[in-house]
C-alpha cells in the first residue's frame, strides 16, 4: 500500500481512481479473441492468429431491419462519446461571450432544417459555441441530436458512425445500398466538429442523409463546398477587447491589475481577440500569483520574521502569444512527461488511464487536470489532444528531442494493452489515433527495435479495430503493420497482413485491390507451407472471384492441402482442383495444345452455376504436366515392346539347326539365334506329314518359309560346325560361341528371285526320345570353340 502523504502531516493514502484500465497480469497468457460480424451479406470472423475468415452468411444468420435507440438510451451513447473529466478539483466553466447573436441565428437555421457550415479559426471557441447549440436543439427533430467528430474521418466513416448512433445494430455493418437505405431516413440534428473535408465528399454526406439537418464546424483552411450544397455558412471571429478582459478576468477569478490589463490589450491586438489566447493569459497570470506569497500572511508578519513580498513580472508580450513552454516549465514532472508524449505522437494525448503506466507514476492521471487548466489541451470527439499551436511551441523548446523513444514506449504498452481479452473493441477504437500515431513514428524503421515492435502493435490492435467496425483505423494499422513487416523482413507477419487488407477490401467492395493483396498472401503462405492460411485465402479469393464475374487470373503455386482436421469446411465447399489434359504426346505443337483447367467440381445433382469460371494454367507448369505424361507413356511402350520381343523365347532355342528354320544375327547377344519350328514342322526324327500347321519343307536351293535374311545383304550363313554330343532333354543347350557366317558367292541376279544356297546337310544323329514330350529331334552338328564339359551335355553360353 502506497503511504505517501501529502501536505501538513502524515495524510492517507489517495483513494485508487476508476481509471477504467483494471490491474492486468502481464505474465498470463491471453487467449485468442475472435469476433463475428457482419458485413453486408459476408459472415466475418476476426481472427487475430490465423487471419479473418469470410463467408457467405446464412440465411438465419442475416440481421432484420434494424430499430431505433430509445432516447434514454441515446443520452447514454453521448454521455459515453464525450471526454472523460480530468482528475483532480473541477475547473470552473467559462462563460459563452459575445456568442449569442450566432448562437441564436444557428438554432434558428437547424430548427427550419437547413443545414449549416460554422468556419472559424483553431481557437476562436467552435467548440463551445456547438456544446451550447446542441443542448438548444435536442428537442428538434424525431431522433434527437447526434454529436460526431470528423478528426481523421472519411464521408463512409461519418455515415457509418451516423448509422450506429441512430440504429440498434450490434456486430452489424451494412454495406454501401444498405447503408443508404438506412441514413436516408433517419430525421435528427448532427453536430459535426473538426470536419477535415468539403467540396464533393461534403455534398455526398449531405445528400446521403436529406432529413438532417447538418452543423458542421471547420477552419478556414478546408475546402468550400459546392455551389448547390445548400449550406448557410456563418464565421466566427474573435472577441472584442472587453469580452477579452473580461475572460481572462474570470479565468483569473479576481480583478485586473492596470499593468495587467494594459498587457492583456496588446495580446488582444496581437492574437486579434481569440478566446484560446486569453485562457492562456490567464494561466500565466495564476502562475506568477502562486509565486508570490499570501498578502494575508505579509499583513500578519512583522518585518523580522523575513518575509518579504517577492516582485513576479508579467509576461512578455511573446510568451503570452506562445506561453505553452513557459506554462510547461511550471508544472508537475508527470505533466510535462506527458506533453512529451503528446509531441511524439503528434499532438495526440493518450486517455488518462494510460498515463501512469506510461510515466512510471502512480498518480500521473492528474496531469491531464494540470494540462487541461493551463489551457493546453482541447477535446476532440471522446478524447483531447494539444491544443492548436502548442505541439509546435513544444517541438521547438526541445520537448521532440526523444520523440522516437517515447513513441516505442508507448507502441510496446499500447500493443500489451491492445491484445489483452479484457479489453473490449470500443476501448481500443476510443484510443485508435494515439496508437497509429505511435505506428506512424515507429514504421519509418530508422532505430533498432522500432519496426519489430510496430509489427506486434498492428496485429493486436488491428482486429480490436476490426471488431469495433472502425475500419478506416483498421486498414491504416494493416498498411503500417505490413511495411514495418517488410522492413523486418517478416514475411509470415507481411503475409497476414496482405490477408487481411484482402479481406476488408472484399468486404468494402474493391475487388481488384481484394484480388491483388489475396494473391500475394496466398503465394507467401505457400512458400512458408501455411496450409491454414492458404486455405483461408483460397476461400476469400473464391469468393471474390464469384464477385467479380470476370476471368479468373492464373492460379498461384500450389501447396499440400490441408486434412479436415486442420482446417474447417467452408460454406459450400473447399474447391477441389481438376486437371484435363487436352493432346497426348507426340500431337500437335505447344502453341496449338489446349490449356490444362482448373475447375470446381459440380454436385451430382446439378449443374454448374453461372458464377462458376476455369482457371487456366499455362507456361511452365502446362510444359511440366506434358514433360511428365510424355514419360509415363514412353516407359509403357517400352514395357510393351520388351514383352512383346521376349514372348517369342519364353523356352530355350535348340542348338540345332533344322530345315524349315532360319537364323537371326541381330536378335540376341550371344551368336546366331534359332527359330524354333512350328508345331507338326518335318524334321529328320519324323513328324505327322498332315499336321495342319506344317509348314512347307525347305529344299536345299529355296529360301526359308519365313523369308527372312541372315545377313543384311541377303546372302545366305553357313550352318557347317561340328557335331556335338546328343542330349536326353527336349530342349538342348545353346552353342558357347558365335558361328561365323558366310557370305554368298552367287549374286542375285536383278529382275530374279534370289534363292540362297543351302549348305551341306548334315549327316543326322540319332536323337534320343524326351522323357517328357516324346517327341523326337535331330542334333544338327555345331561348330563351338570350347571342349564339352565332362558331364557329357553340351557347354551352356
Not at 487475430?48 to 443520452?75: K, M, N, W, Y
Not at 475572460?247 to 477569478?253: D, F, G, I, K
Not at 500572511?297 to 512578455?316: I, Y
Not at 496449338?592 to 483447367?597: D, G, R, V
Amino acid at each position: 500500500m502506497n503511504n505517501d502523504s501529502f501536505g501538513d502531516g502524515a495524510g492517507q493514502a489517495r483513494p485508487p481512481r476508476d481509471t477504467g484500465a483494471p490491474d492486468f497480469k502481464k505474465s498470463a497468457p491471453a487467449p485468442a479473441r475472435t469476433v463475428q460480424l457482419v458485413a453486408g451479406d459476408f459472415l466475418l470472423t476476426v481472427n487475430p492468429v490465423d487471419g479473418s475468415e469470410i463467408e457467405p452468411c446464412p440465411p438465419g444468420q442475416l440481421p432484420t431491419r434494424p430499430g431505433r435507440h430509445s432516447e434514454a438510451e441515446r443520452t447514454e451513447r453521448q454521455r459515453a462519446a464525450q471526454p472523460p473529466v480530468p482528475a483532480g478539483p473541477a475547473a470552473p466553466r467559462l462563460p459563452l461571450l459575445e456568442r449569442g447573436e450566432e448562437r441564436e441565428r444557428l438554432v434558428r437555421l437547424l430548427g427550419h432544417g437547413r443545414s449549416v457550415r460554422l468556419t472559424g479559426p483553431a481557437g476562436s471557441g467552435r467548440s463551445a459555441l456547438l456544446d451550447i447549440v446542441a443542448e438548444d436543439c435536442a428537442n428538434v427533430a424525431p431522433d434527437g441530436v447526434v454529436r460526431l467528430s470528423g478528426h481523421h474521418r472519411t464521408p463512409a466513416e461519418l455515415l457509418h458512425e451516423l448509422f450506429a448512433a441512430v440504429h440498434s445494430a450490434s456486430r452489424y455493418r451494412p454495406d454501401r445500398a444498405a447503408l443508404l437505405g438506412h441514413v436516408k431516413d433517419i430525421g435528427a440534428i448532427v453536430v459535426l466538429d473538426d470536419l477535415e473535408f468539403g467540396g464533393a465528399a461534403l455534398g455526398e454526406l449531405l445528400d446521403a442523409a436529406p432529413e438532417c439537418a447538418f452543423l458542421v464546424a471547420v477552419t478556414p483552411d478546408v475546402a468550400a463546398p459546392e455551389a448547390d450544397s445548400h449550406l448557410e455558412e456563418v464565421v466566427l471571429a474573435g472577441l472584442g477587447r472587453s469580452a477579452s478582459l473580461e475572460l481572462l478576468q474570470r479565468t483569473v477569478e479576481r480583478p485586473l491589475t492596470e499593468d495587467e490589463s494594459n498587457w492583456a490589450g496588446d495580446l488582444w491586438f496581437e492574437s486579434e481577440g481569440l478566446p484560446l489566447r486569453f485562457v492562456q493569459a490567464g494561466a500565466l497570470l495564476r502562475q506568477c500569483d502562486s509565486l508570490r506569497p499570501d498578502p494575508e500572511t505579509l499583513d500578519d508578519c512583522t518585518p523580522f520574521d523575513g518575509v518579504q513580498e517577492v516582485e513576479v513580472p508579467l509576461p512578455t508580450l511573446g510568451e503570452g502569444a506562445a506561453p505553452a513552454a513557459r506554462l510547461a516549465s511550471r508544472l508537475s514532472e508527470s505533466a510535462r512527461e506527458t506533453l512529451r508524449f503528446a509531441v511524439a505522437l503528434g499532438g495526440e494525448v493518450p486517455h488518462q488511464a494510460h498515463l501512469p503506466a506510461l510515466v512510471g507514476d502512480t498518480h500521473a492521471d492528474a496531469a491531464l487536470g494540470e494540462l487541461m487548466s493551463c489551457g493546453l489541451l482541447t477535446p476532440v470527439g471522446s478524447r483531447y489532444r494539444l491544443a492548436s499551436g502548442v505541439l509546435a511551441q513544444l517541438t521547438e523548446k526541445g520537448y521532440a528531442d526523444e520523440a522516437a523513444a517515447h513513441a516505442h514506449t508507448a507502441a510496446q504498452h499500447y500493443a500489451w494493452w491492445a491484445g489483452h481479452p479484457s479489453v473490449t473493441p470500443e476501448r481500443a477504437v476510443a484510443e485508435a489515433d494515439a496508437v497509429l500515431a505511435a505506428l506512424s513514428m515507429l514504421v519509418p524503421g530508422k532505430e533498432a527495435g522500432h519496426p519489430s515492435a510496430a509489427v506486434l502493435l498492428a496485429r493486436s490492435a488491428g482486429p480490436a479495430f476490426a471488431a469495433g467496425l472502425h475500419w478506416s483505423a483498421w486498414e491504416r494499422a494493416l498498411r503500417a503493420g505490413s511495411e514495418a513487416a517488410r522492413i523486418t523482413g517478416e514475411v509470415a507477419e507481411e503475409a497476414y497482413f496482405h490477408h487481411e487488407l484482402g479481406v476488408l477490401a472484399l468486404c468494402t467492395g474493391n475487388l481488384d485491390r481484394a484480388r491483388a493483396e489475396l494473391e500475394t498472401s496466398i503465394g507467401m503462405r505457400g512458400a512458408l507451407s501455411d496450409k491454414r492460411g492458404t486455405v483461408a485465402g483460397r476461400r476469400a479469393l473464391a469468393l471474390v472471384e464469384d464477385r467479380s464475374g470476370g476471368a479468373a487470373p492464373a492460379r498461384t503455386p500450389a501447396v499440400d492441402e490441408v486434412t479436415a482436421e486442420q482446417s474447417a469446411t467452408p460454406h459450400g465447399g473447399v474447391p477441389a482442383p481438376v486437371l484435363s489434359l487436352g493432346r497426348g504426346i507426340g500431337g500437335a505443337k505447344d502453341e496449338e495444345e489446349p490449356a490444362t483447367l482448373l475447375a470446381r467440381q459440380t454436385p451430382s445433382g446439378g449443374g454448374a452455376k453461372p458464377g462458376r469460371r476455369l482457371t487456366v494454367f499455362g507456361g511452365a507448369r502446362r510444359n511440366l504436366i506434358a514433360a511428365g505424361a510424355g514419360a509415363l507413356l514412353a516407359a509403357v511402350l517400352g514395357t510393351v515392346v520388351t514383352l512383346g520381343a521376349t514372348s517369342d523365347h519364353r523356352d530355350p532355342p535348340s542348338n540345332k539347326v533344322r530345315n524349315g528354320q532360319s537364323a537371326n544375327e541381330d536378335d540376341g547377344s550371344n551368336g546366331l539365334d534359332v527359330d524354333e519350328p512350328a508345331d507338326g514342322s518335318t524334321s529328320p526324327g519324323g513328324a505327322p506329314a498332315d499336321d495342319p500347321k506344317k509348314p512347307d519343307p525347305v529344299t536345299p536351293g529355296t529360301s526359308s518359309p519365313t523369308g527372312d535374311a541372315s545377313t543384311p545383304g541377303g546372302g545366305p550363313s553357313s550352318g557347317l560346325s561340328t557335331p556335338g554330343k546328343p542330349t536326353t532333354s527336349g530342349n538342348p543347350p545353346r552353342p558357347t560361341s558365335k558361328p561365323t557366317p558366310t557370305k554368298s558367292t552367287t549374286p542375285s541376279q536383278p529382275g530374279t528371285p534370289t534363292t540362297p544356297p543351302t549348305s551341306p546337310s548334315p549327316t543326322p544323329t540319332p536323337s534320343t526320345s524326351s522323357s517328357s514330350g516324346g517327341e523326337s529331334s535331330a542334333s544338327t552338328p555345331m561348330t563351338s570353340s570350347s571342349a564339352p564339359s565332362d558331364s557329357g551335355s553340351a557347354p551352356v553360353i
